[in-house]
């Protein structure tokens, strides 16, 4: 562990449970994001990106989604057809 708090593992490293600190809203690596009823997408501005990062979607209701990188401060999360209702996304950066 370095003086940053940065820690690497050359390892595994297996945990019950993981803690994200969500306190600056800026900085979020998850979260949740609302695609309203008749839209297709939705953008979710963060600083946590980085060109490593991978990210993954889910949803309150089946449906197809996916997301993108838009640029250094924006995902971009699109479903492929329109709903009759708000649909509830959860997002989460891996670096």
């Given at each position: 562990?370095?003086?940053k708090g940065?820690?690497?593992v050359a390892g595994e490293i297996t945990v019950k449970k993981i803690n994200?600190?969500?306190s600056q809203e800026s900085e979020k690596s998850v979260g949740r994001a609302v695609i309203t009823?008749?839209?297709t997408?939705?953008?979710v501005?963060?600083?946590a990106l980085t060109p490593k990062s991978h990210v993954f979607v889910s949803s309150d209701k089946p449906t197809e989604i996916g997301a993108v990188i838009e640029d250094p401060e924006t995902i971009k999360i699109l479903i492929k057809k329109q709903n009759q209702e708000d649909i509830?996304?959860?997002w989460w950066i891996v670096n």
């Open positions: 562990m370095d003086t940065n820690m690497r994200i600190d969500e009823a008749g839209k997408e939705v953008e501005k963060t600083n509830k996304v959860n």
